[in-house]
């Protein structure tokens, strides 16, 4: 096929397909966050104590020199590291050095841990019955329909995620089906709701929660049936292997190369 590929489309597929789907999605996820907060300030939280965001925050301040050591001078970061492995090996930062080396409580039994696991699935079915029914309104209501054309071209590879629902081997790559406009503002809205709700309610709208796989980086409490010291441990193996290479060594011969 030689030259640029031309569809005339009705002006209601903008108007009753396209922007329906665009605004739903964006309501809904707005929904969708404050049902979030709703359920994780339903029920009595547990509140850390002074140790234990200690605890918390010796965790994250060994993560952050290990990401970010580079953006400080070298003395600088050997002297922290020295200091942070010397505090863990002693356990200086254990909220409770006397449980250390005992079994960790099963999650199944402890009510702390239970509390974590349902609110936990609290949040992903809140997440995912929405876009379980968005994603079927959007499949039965809006079939079939080509909606726009992206203004750059693209490659083949990309008609499998641009074009669901629309079996034509000649369409163009650049034309969008709207089950595919669906999954676009499905990734794409992530910023909007950042951009209305703020940082933390947007955060909680987005579909990537893998994030809530790391608490010991969040300042919240720790995973059910995890064991501080053995954290601690390995933080302190972590720290040992870091290398650091400041970010100004060597700027003048870097420099002068160019």
């Known amino acids: 096929m030689s030259g640029k590929q031309e569809l005339l489309l009705d ?66 970061f050997e002297e922290k590291r020295k200091y942070l492995i010397d505090a863990f090996v002693a356990d200086k930062y254990l909220a409770d050095p006397e449980a250390k080396g005992q079994a960790p409580p099963n999650p199944l039994t402890d009510p702390n841990g239970m509390d974590g696991m349902m609110n936990m699935l609290k949040g992903n079915m809140a997440n995912m019955v929405p876009q379980m029914g968005l994603m079927a309104w959007t499949n039965y209501f809006f079939s079939g329909f080509i909606l726009l054309q992206l203004p750059f071209p693209l490659t083949l590879r990309f008609k499998q995620m641009l074009q669901s629902g629309v079996a034509t081997r000649d369409l163009d790559v650049a034309w969008v089906s709207s089950l595919s406009w669906y999954f676009l503002n499905l990734f794409g809205l992530q910023f909007f709701y950042s951009l209305v709700l703020g940082d933390a309610a947007g955060n909680a709208a987005e579909l990537a929660a893998g994030m809530a796989g790391m608490p010991q980086m969040s300042g919240g409490p720790l995973a059910p049936g995890s064991d501080p010291s053995k954290l601690f441990a390995a933080e302190a193996e972590n720290l040992e292997v870091a290398a650091c290479t400041h970010l100004h060594e060597g700027v003048v011969d870097r420099f002068l190369q160019r």
């Open 11 to 76: 002006s209601s597929l903008r108007d009753w397909v396209l922007l329906p789907i665009l605004f739903v999605m964006m309501l809904v996820g707005v929904a969708r966050a404050y049902m979030g907060e709703l359920l994780a300030s339903d029920g009595p939280s547990k509140k850390l104590t002074l140790l234990e965001s200690r605890e918390q925050g010796a965790l994250a301040r060994a993560a952050v020199l290990r990401t970010a050591g580079q953006h400080i001078p070298r003395k600088a």
